[in-house]
């Protein structure tokens, strides 16, 4: 019988045959690897790219580097810093819609009120005329007024236009609902009616 050791011919052949395929598939599979692995490097600079050419701050220039590239730590603390104040802008945005619609909503009821008063003359222009003078009028404006006038001084700061603008809107919301007028209304009526009789 042959030695375990010894090799037949057609063998080592097999083995010599066999052997520069092994080594092509590993460099095609270290080849591969390089290839996907420059790959994701790419496509890593290019998201940095992507995001200094995004993120404004990125594009200004920082005396403290030069003119050096940013690094991928600073790109990134200013893209989230961006982001932050993106989010604020957004939230700061809603909030001023939401005081819009308000608004709108605000000045639709009194379209509607102001259009039934209007109506409601049309249809009986002479009702009430001459029942109370212009005096007695003036004493419930001034007073629907006066009253309107202490929550609005409290209210209501001169600093500077713009703060005077937003106290005005701010005095507007808390001061001036419906409810609270028509409880500023009654009690002057009460009042000037008191007087009268």
Same mark, same amino acid.
């Given at each position: 019988s042959a030695s375990p050791r010894s090799v037949p011919a057609d063998d080592e052949d097999s083995d010599y045959h066999q052997e520069p395929y092994k080594e092509s598939y590993k460099d095609r599979r270290r080849r591969a690897h390089t290839q996907a692995e420059q790959k994701r490097r790419d496509a890593i600079k290019k998201g940095y790219d992507d995001l200094q050419a995004i993120v404004p701050t990125c594009e200004q220039q920082d005396f403290s580097i030069g003119s050096q590239k940013?690094?991928?730590?600073?790109?990134? $603390?200013?893209?989230?810093?961006?982001? $932050?104040?993106? !989010?604020? =802008?957004?939230?700061?945005?809603?909030? =001023?819609?939401?005081t819009l619609r308000k608004d709108v909503m605000a000045l639709k009821i009194m379209k509607v009120n102001y259009e039934q008063i209007v109506k409601a !003359?049309?249809?009986?222009?002479?009702?009430?005329?001459?029942?109370?003078?212009?005096?007695?009028?003036?004493?419930?404006?001034q007073g629907i007024m006066d009253s309107l006038f202490q929550s609005f001084n409290a209210s209501i700061s001169v600093t500077s236009? $713009? =703060?005077?603008?937003?106290?005005?809107?701010?005095?507007?919301?808390? !001061?001036?609902?419906?409810?609270?007028?028509?409880?500023?209304?009654?009690?002057?009526? !009460? $009042?000037?009616?008191?007087?009268?009789?």
């Open positions: 940013l690094s991928k730590a600073i790109v990134l $603390q200013k893209t989230i810093d961006y982001i $932050q104040f993106l !989010h604020k =802008e957004k939230k700061k945005q809603e909030e =001023e819609v939401s !003359h049309q249809d009986n222009p002479n009702e009430g005329k001459d029942q109370v003078s212009d005096e007695v009028k003036f004493n419930v404006f236009f $713009q =703060e005077l603008s937003a106290c005005v809107f701010s005095w507007i919301e808390e !001061h001036c609902k419906p409810q609270t007028l028509r409880e500023v209304v009654i009690g002057v009526l !009460h $009042q000037v009616k008191s007087q009268l009789y």
